[in-house]
């Protein structure tokens, strides 16, 4: 037991680090190209935060366990909001000016809303997952165009900044790029073949693996950069991480992970972890959109305690369930 707890650990650590390194390069090589700020922020650094979910999800679905796989996207979708944002609006509460940002909290609800009516029959089908990755491609289009038609945003503009202040050489840009997505496969490899042992081992379902461990250990990029991004007040970015990370989950890691290996959903699962997904994105969407004034987001203080506290009732349930045999 002890050398796939050390797998974790290790590919977790290599996994943060690659990540980091990857959306680096990523980023660098994009801006010499001239690529705008506002679609730096919304692909590269909005999407690439969920690399790791993709690699280890679909690295999963390859070697037949599924439950890992989605366990992965959709623990994360929950950590990334109850965990990350609440976490990070008690430390720095998040005030939302992009106003795309803000148009991208209704698709997030909406794709949610679609991803449960999904699970309803208990199965991700390699047709579901068509339709998420259909659905994916329509998404980066729109990003595309919205990126490209507006000059001024405020999420482009923390994006502008963060690229002065980190730029570096072409050269090195790619190989930083390279490296970690070399770095990003190899300790996914790691980190879900300790998951899939201590799994075993314990006797506890891969999905709940997927859902704890796994989910949080690669939204650790997310959860850094964040906390970083709020401190320094580009709260755009802190929130465009979580959605972009959202997003990416709901539609391409699961579409991926489900057009490799079609993948079974047990009831209790809908009913506690695909329900506590869909109304912490709903709660999302209401504390985050700006109903309380022109123009305005934000995320104080006391609404980061709550959704932290959905996070912890969440995992003790879980916890619960799992020495009580469901």
């Given at each position: 037991m002890?050398?796939p707890?050390?797998a974790?650990i290790a590919?977790l650590v290599?996994l943060?680090?690659?990540?980091e390194r990857?959306?680096?390069?990523?980023?660098s090589t994009a801006?010499?190209?001239k690529?705008?700020?506002?679609?730096?922020g919304?692909i590269i650094?909005?999407?690439?935060t969920s690399?790791?979910?993709?690699?280890?999800s679909?690295?999963?679905?390859?070697q037949?366990n599924p439950g890992?796989?989605?366990?992965?996207?959709y623990g994360s979708?929950?950590?990334?909001?109850?965990?990350?944002l609440g976490?990070?609006?008690?430390?720095s509460?998040?005030?939302?000016?992009?106003?795309v940002l803000?148009?991208?909290l209704?698709i997030l609800?909406?794709?949610t809303?679609?991803a449960?009516w999904?699970?309803?029959d208990?199965?991700?089908?390699r047709?579901?997952?068509?339709v998420?990755?259909?659905?994916?491609?329509?998404l980066?289009a729109w990003t595309i165009?919205?990126g490209?038609?507006?000059?001024?945003?405020?999420?482009?503009?923390?994006?502008d900044q963060e690229?002065?202040?980190?730029?570096?050489?072409?050269?090195?840009a790619?190989?930083w790029?390279?490296?970690?997505?070399?770095?990003?496969?190899?300790s996914s490899r790691?980190?879900?073949?300790?998951?899939v042992e201590?799994?075993?081992g314990l006797?506890?379902g891969?999905?709940i693996i997927?859902?704890?461990?796994?989910?949080?250990?690669?939204?650790?990029?997310e959860?850094?950069?964040?906390i970083?991004a709020a401190?320094?007040g580009?709260?755009d970015?802190a929130?465009g991480?979580?959605?972009?990370s959202n997003?990416?989950?709901?539609?391409?890691?699961v579409g991926v992970?489900?057009?490799i290996s079609?993948?079974?959903?047990?009831q209790?699962?809908?009913?506690?972890?695909?329900?506590?997904m869909?109304?912490l994105?709903?709660?999302l969407f209401?504390i985050?959109y700006?109903?309380?004034g022109p123009?305005?987001?934000?995320?104080?203080?006391y609404?980061g305690a709550f959704?932290?506290?959905?996070?912890?009732?969440?995992?003790?349930?879980?916890?619960?369930?799992v020495?009580a045999g469901?």
């Amino acid at each position: 037991m002890l050398l796939p707890l050390g797998a974790i650990i290790a590919g977790l650590v290599l996994l943060v680090w690659s990540a980091e390194r990857f959306i680096d390069g990523a980023s660098s090589t994009a801006h010499h190209f001239k690529m705008p700020p506002l679609l730096i922020g919304m692909i590269i650094v909005g999407f690439g935060t969920s690399a790791p979910e993709l690699v280890v999800s679909v690295l999963a679905a390859l070697q037949n366990n599924p439950g890992i796989a989605l366990g992965n996207a959709y623990g994360s979708n929950i950590t990334n909001i109850a965990l990350i944002l609440g976490l990070t609006a008690v430390i720095s509460p998040i005030a939302v000016h992009s106003r795309v940002l803000r148009m991208e909290l209704p698709i997030l609800t909406a794709i949610t809303a679609l991803a449960g009516w999904q699970l309803l029959d208990g199965t991700v089908s390699r047709g579901d997952a068509v339709v998420l990755l259909g659905v994916f491609g329509v998404l980066m289009a729109w990003t595309i165009w919205q990126g490209m038609r507006t000059k001024t945003d405020a999420l482009g503009a923390e994006i502008d900044q963060e690229m002065a202040a980190s730029s570096m050489p072409l050269h090195k840009a790619v190989g930083w790029l390279a490296f970690g997505l070399a770095l990003l496969v190899a300790s996914s490899r790691i980190l879900v073949w300790g998951a899939v042992e201590i799994a075993q081992g314990l006797g506890i379902g891969d999905f709940i693996i997927g859902l704890t461990i796994v989910a949080v250990g690669t939204s650790l990029p997310e959860l850094a950069s964040s906390i970083i991004a709020a401190r320094k007040g580009e709260h755009d970015i802190a929130l465009g991480n979580v959605l972009g990370s959202n997003l990416f989950n709901t539609l391409a890691v699961v579409g991926v992970a489900g057009g490799i290996s079609p993948m079974p959903i047990g009831q209790e699962i809908i009913s506690r972890d695909i329900l506590t997904m869909v109304a912490l994105t709903v709660s999302l969407f209401v504390i985050g959109y700006g109903f309380r004034g022109p123009g305005l987001g934000r995320i104080n203080r006391y609404e980061g305690a709550f959704l932290l506290t959905c996070y912890v009732g969440y995992t003790a349930n879980l916890v619960r369930s799992v020495f009580a045999g469901g």
